[in-house]
Each structure stands twice: as structure tokens, then as C-alpha cells.
């Protein structure tokens, strides 16, 4: 389902409005590993992920926009964006959008934007409270799912029970005030790009280790062979 509206008239499509990209370093930086840890999983795939750019819906409209925190398009070319149109890009709406809430965009996060998304087709809306201000257990998403209306089906949006972001192969957790991923087929997690820097770490550090037991072991069989030589015996001769 796509509610964009296409229209022939040229015009500009600004792509920023002033506005401070978050609330707070704790909301940015929530944003932020979002982002990097999504655009890191979908790397090589016909793929974007885009944090706090305009998504606009209707085609000379330009009033007609929203800027989700993070959103994941699927089937589109990879790499970032100035903003994101949607007839631009085959009507390709966004798969996945998080927000990170807070008490003061609340009302706006789960009445207008949900509606929008809904509306728009988005599959999953999620919303991440990392102050924990107004969501129990900081997390809410809402899935897409077929509903009859009056006698018709159509595709509405009922809350996630199961942690899983379907369109991503991925399951979600709350960890203190960020999130963490898993893949679905093997469990394990998305790293932080500050856990990936410790995880760089810890492996140089054991090469380094294995580096040395290696030099120790060739200068023993040096001493050894050398031992033997002085006593008449040729070490290539020791089976």
C-alpha cells in the first residue's frame, strides 16, 4: 500500500530545516548506532538506511514530508541521500523506521507519525523511548497486518509482541538506553562500532600473542639444534 501522490510540477525539495537532528546526546547517540549498525548489516545489498532526512510522499508538494529518525528502504540503490522522494525511487516506501521518542515528541510520534506510516504502508513502525519517559520497557513497535473493515481488507497496524523486525531478518532488544540486534538465522548480535574497535582489539592482541609463542618456540629449537650440533649431532639427522 502507497498513499504518495504524483504530480508534474517542478519545484525544490529543501533537505534540511534548521532543526537539531535530537532532543538529547542520549537520543543522538541512540539515533546514531542505529544507523551505523543497520547500514553495516545491509552492506552489499540493494539497500539504504537514512537518519533524520526528509521522506516526501507527494510529488510537488514539498510541504508534504516527514523525517523519520532512522529509515531502512529495501530495493532501492545503496548509498545515502540528500532526501528521499518517493516517486524518485518507484514509490519504494520505507520497510522499517525507527524513532527515538521522547515525552516532548510523544504525541507526534504515536498519533501523526503512526497514522502517516500506516498510511503510507511503512511494514513495521518502531519506537524506542531510551529515558524511558513514556514507553514501559522503552520499546514499541507496530507491524502491518491485514483487517477487515467493513468488509474489506486492509492493512492496519497492531502492536509487535514478538521482538522481531521481519522485514531485517532481525530480532531487537532494549540494552540500557540503545538497542541491540540479532540475526534471526544464527543469533548473533550486530556489533557497535565501538564493540567492533574492542573486538579489532582483542583479536590483534591474541595474534600478537600467538606471534610471540611462535618466535619463542623457533628460538628454543634454534638453541636445541645448536646444543646438538656441539655435541656431533646433526639435528637434521633426528627423525
Known amino acids: 500500500m502507497s498513499a504518495y501522490v504524483k504530480s508534474p510540477q517542478n519545484i525544490v525539495y529543501p533537505s534540511g530545516d534548521g ?3 535530537a532532543e538529547t546526546f542520549v537520543h543522538l547517540y541512540a539515533l546514531l548506532t542505529i544507523l551505523e549498525v543497520l547500514k553495516q548489516y545491509l552492506e552489499g545489498q540493494q539497500a539504504t538506511v537514512l537518519a533524520n532526512q526528509f521522506l516526501y510522499f507527494i510529488e510537488g508538494n514539498p510541504r508534504a514530508r516527514v523525517a523519520p529518525d532512522v529509515m531502512v528502504i529495501i530495493g532501492v540503490a545503496p548509498g545515502g541521500r540528500d532526501n528521499y522522494k518517493l516517486w524518485e ?3 519504494q516506501v520505507p520497510a522499517v523506521i525507527f524513532e527515538i521518542t521522547s515525552k516532548g515528541t510523544q504525541e507526534k510520534d ?4 503512526k497514522m502517516l506510516y500506516e498510511q503510507l504502508g511503512v511494514h513495521e513502525y518502531w519506537l524506542f523511548d531510551p ?3 513514556w514507553i514501559a ?3 514499541q513497535g507496530y507491524r502491518l ?5 467493513d468488509g474489506e481488507q486492509e492493512e492496519l497496524y497492531t502492536p509487535i509482541v514478538d521482538s522481531r523486525i521481519v522485514p531485517l531478518g532481525l530480532r531487537v532488544a532494549v540494552d540500557g538506553q540503545l538497542l541491540a540486534f540479532f540475526r534471526e538465522d544464527t543469533g ?4 557497535l562500532p565501538s564493540e567492533l574497535h574492542a573486538e579489532l582489539r582483542r583479536t590483534a592482541a591474541l595474534l600478537e600473542q600467538e606471534h610471540g609463542r611462535a618466535e619463542r618456540e623457533r628460538e628454543r629449537a634454534e638453541r636445541l639444534a645448536e646444543y646438538l650440533r656441539r655435541q656431533g649431532i646433526d639435528p637434521d639427522s633426528i627423525a
Open 19 to 21: 532543526e537539531p537532528v
Open 110 to 113: 504515536k498519533a501523526f507519525k
Open 188 to 191: 548473533a548480535k550486530l556489533l
Open 131 to 133: 529515558k524511558g519517559e
Open 89 to 91: 525511487e518507484g514509490g
Open 137 to 139: 520497557g522503552q520499546l
Open 145 to 149: 497486518v491485514p483487517v477487515e473493515v
